[in-house]
Structure formats: structure tokens, C-alpha cells
């Protein structure tokens, strides 16, 4: 059994449809309840309460862990103590690139690595997810707003970071590595905005924010830690975060999805 945390999120949710196509018995873990594939159990948990998760641990085998909560030490001791051998942590490129910054995904990464059991790290960039965010205003005046419009990262499709899991999850020999994801070439966020316009027929016009406009607006939703070091990778990223790695690739035996290829898919979202 194979328990995926974040199972209605953009990787977990896509996770779980893989490995119940490869004919895995999953448990999908959230707190909230959405439709899952047939034959996948549901648990309801909380990261954030430990305790929560101990029926959907019990007897299992992996577990994909997302950072999430206060207490990785707990998680994992509930992970040990249910019988979980092999965990796989979805992290943060951050963790490693701005270790300062980024201190959840830092403790989450070090309570895997001192649980005792078998463990993967995945450290991935951005998502291409992240432009759901111009899902609105696209919708609404076709315009997509963002800080640093010629800043060029190689963003990742997360059906990539979902595949690498699976990938992780089933097969031995990827105990005790961490391994670097990243999509197939660095790509500004105009040149984002002008894919998703591509994929509708119709161009998106983009709309440079300033810095402190979108200061104010991830704010809304992040801790200050994390906004400082989300603008400072957006705006000044360092060689290594601008940096596309082989990791996808040699793990997948393919190259990463590009993000014109994920407007494509989630086109949808844009109407
Ligand atoms: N977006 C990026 O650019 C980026 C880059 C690097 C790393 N990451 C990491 O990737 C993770 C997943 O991203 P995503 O885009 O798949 O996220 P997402 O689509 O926003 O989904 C977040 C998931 O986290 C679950 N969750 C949140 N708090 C929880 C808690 N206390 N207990 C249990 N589940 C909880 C949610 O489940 P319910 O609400 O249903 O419980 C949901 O399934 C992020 O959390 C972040 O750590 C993201």
C-alpha cells in the first residue's frame, strides 16, 4: 500500500492516478474530499495533527510526503511506527539553493533523512502550475500579470514531478538521493503568458508588476521567509536556479514537458 499525501493537489492528485493505473493499491490522504480513481481508499488526515494520520499509515508500505504542518518529527514517528519502509518527500529547490529561506522544506528534508527509513528527496523549481494564478484574468481581459517578465527559469510541469514519484516510489535503488527537477529550458514569464495566449487562439497581453506589487500579493498567501526568497529566486536567481538538471530525464528516460505542452493540457482553465 502506498500513501499519498496531497492527493487532491496538482502533483499528489496526478500521483495517485498513476499509481493506481500501474495497479498499486493507494490511499490517498487530504483533508478535504474529492473524487478519486475507483479501488483508491480515501483518508482523511491533517498534516498538521499527526495523530490524524494513523489510519491511513497502518500497514502500509510507502508514503509520499508533502511539507505540510509544524512537525516532521512527529509525521515520520507515525510513518515508523505504521509500518512505512520507503518515503519519498516532495521538497523544494529552495532547500538547497536558500536553505535560510526556505526552513520548512529544510526540517521536513532532515527529519526524512534521520527517520531511519529508506528515503528520496525531490527538490523541484517552480511549478507551471503556478500560472492557474492568471487563471482569472486571462478568463475575465486576457491579460496575465508578474514581477521580473524577462527573468527566464526552467519552470516544471508537475505530471513530470508526479511521474518521478511514481517512478521513485516503485522502484528500488533511489534510497538516500536527492534529486533536482526542473522543466526542459528556462522560460520568462512573458514567454509563459504568450504560450497560454497560443494554446487559446488569442493573445494574452502581459503586465509587468513591480516588485512590491507582488510582494503584496504572495504575501496574501505566504510566509514572509518564503516571499523574500520566492522574489529573490524570480528576480535574481542564482546559476544553480536557472540551471536546467538531467535528474527528469535520466530518471524518466524522456525529456521534461514543456510548458507550452502543459497550456495545451490545462487550456481549459483559460476559457
Ligand atoms: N508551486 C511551486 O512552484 C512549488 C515549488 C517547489 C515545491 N513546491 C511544493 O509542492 C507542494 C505541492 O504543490 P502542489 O502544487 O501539488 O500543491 P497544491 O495543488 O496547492 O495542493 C496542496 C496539497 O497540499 C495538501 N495539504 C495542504 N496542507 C495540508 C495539511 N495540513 N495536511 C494534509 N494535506 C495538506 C492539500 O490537501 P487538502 O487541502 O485537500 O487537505 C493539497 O492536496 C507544495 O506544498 C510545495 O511544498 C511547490
Not at 146 to 163: Q, R
Not at 211 to 223: C, G, L, N, V
Not at 257 to 270: E, I, L, Q
Amino acid at each position: 500500500m502506498i500513501v499519498v499525501t496531497g492527493a487532491t493537489g496538482q502533483v499528489g492528485g496526478e500521483l495517485v492516478r498513476l499509481l493506481a493505473a500501474a495497479g498499486e493499491r493507494v490511499t490517498a490522504l487530504s483533508r478535504r474530499t474529492v473524487s478519486f480513481p475507483e479501488g483508491v481508499r480515501h483518508s482523511a488526515g491533517d498534516l498538521a495533527e499527526p495523530a490524524s494520520l494513523k489510519p491511513a499509515l497502518d500497514g502500509a508500505d510507502a508514503l509520499f510526503l508533502l511539507v505540510a504542518g509544524e512537525d516532521p518529527r512527529a509525521v515520520l514517528g507515525e510513518a515508523v511506527a505504521g509500518g512505512i519502509r520507503r518515503v519519498v518527500l516532495l521538497s523544494s529547490q529552495g532547500a538547497g539553493t536558500r536553505p535560510h529561506a526556505y526552513g520548512h522544506p529544510v526540517a521536513f528534508e532532515q527529519a526524512v533523512r534521520e527517520s531511519g527509513l529508506e528515503w528520496t528527496i525531490l527538490r523541484p523549481g517552480g511549478f507551471d502550475s503556478n500560472a492557474l494564478a492568471w487563471a482569472e484574468p486571462i478568463r475575465a481581459h486576457r491579460t496575465a500579470a508578474a514581477p521580473f517578465g524577462d527573468v527566464a527559469l526552467p519552470v516544471i510541469d508537475p505530471a513530470d514531478i508526479a511521474e518521478v514519484a511514481a517512478a521513485v516510489l516503485r522502484q528500488d535503488g533511489h534510497g538516500g538521493r536527492t534529486y533536482e527537477l526542473t522543466g526542459p529550458e528556462p522560460v520568462t514569464p512573458r514567454r509563459r503568458a504568450a504560450a497560454i495566449g497560443g494554446a487559446l487562439g488569442t493573445e494574452v497581453r502581459f503586465v509587468e508588476q513591480t516588485e512590491e506589487e507582488a510582494r503584496a500579493q504572495m504575501s496574501r498567501f505566504m510566509p514572509a521567509p518564503v516571499v523574500e526568497g520566492t522574489l529573490a529566486i524570480l528576480g535574481t536567481p542564482t546559476a544553480a536556479e536557472r540551471r536546467v538538471s538531467p535528474d527528469v530525464e535520466r530518471l524518466l528516460g524522456r525529456a521534461p514537458r514543456t510548458f507550452a505542452d502543459w497550456a495545451a493540457r490545462n487550456v481549459a482553465a483559460f476559457r
